[in-house]
């Protein structure tokens, strides 16, 4: 079977406008980038607006795992503003060359717990994190399992390039039990415990922190909301 091969460059903007019917600033910051490179895939940049726009001009402690070549950070601070508090973490050393260019990069793993606690304390806690780095399976489980419940609350928890939970060189594979959708799937049903009276939950550290779960192409967004028990009315006026 042949590989199929996903289209790139060309006119950034115009395939964006017209495919996701998206415009406005971040648009502008991502397709008009200079300087350091930016690498996204053009779906996130409505998603990016949609979930993260309301942290907009507003002093949001914000995490991206995943520095790369430094665009992205440059894009967040251009899109969030200059009262932000951003953080990149990477496990490559040249990364450091970033620090302190468009926020703060801290080299580690995302894989080490304690790196992970100290990035955040250093930060004076953390709003938004945004899991950008090696898509690997595990290495995408343990920061979620880390991080989440450090997330304030009302915090946003976005893990993108989730389509390597389809290749088996990342440790996933159709249908193969280390799938990241796995793991969603089971959220969903610690989600809804309430209704399958099952004790043993799947993930414990956050069955009682969240309320949402938005599921996208090669995205998942975690809403930090302590659960409430369902309740119930009718009324008649």
């Known amino acids: 079977m042949k590989k199929f091969r996903f289209p790139e460059d060309g006119d950034v903007a115009a395939d964006i406008r017209e495919r996701y019917g998206f415009d406005g600033d971040l648009l502008d910051i991502y397709a008009g980038n200079e300087g350091v490179k930016v690498h996204k895939w053009h779906h996130y940049l409505p998603l990016y607006d949609r979930y993260f726009g309301r942290y907009r001009d507003t002093a949001v402690k914000f995490l991206e795992i995943g520095v790369n070549n430094g665009g ?23 990364c ?18 304690d790196f992970l606690a100290e990035v955040v304390k250093e930060m ?21 399992r880390v991080l989440f419940p450090m997330l304030t609350e009302g915090g946003t928890y976005m893990i993108e390039d989730l389509h390597t939970s389809y290749y088996p060189r990342f440790g996933g594979g159709f249908r ?14 610690d989600m809804h415990s309430w209704y399958h009276g099952k004790k043993e939950l799947s993930i414990p550290e ?15 967004v975690i809403d930090k909301a302590a659960a409430q028990r369902p309740t119930h009315s009718r009324v008649q006026r």
């Open 124 to 144: 004076g806690g953390v709003d938004v994190v945004l899991d950008d780095g090696s898509h690997r399976m595990p290495h995408i489980e343990k920061p979620l």
């Open 176 to 189: 193969a039990p280390t799938n990241f959708f796995n793991t969603v799937r089971h959220m969903i049903d």
């Open 96 to 113: 450091a060359q970033y620090d302190g260019q468009s926020g703060m990069v801290r080299i580690g793993s995302q894989d080490d717990p």
């Open 72 to 94: 992205s950070l440059q894009m967040w601070r251009r899109y969030l503003g200059k009262d932000a508090v951003l953080c990149g973490i990477d496990i490559n050393p040249d």
């Open 206 to 220: 956050q069955a009682q922190e969240f309320n949402g779960l938005h599921i996208h192409d090669s995205i998942v």
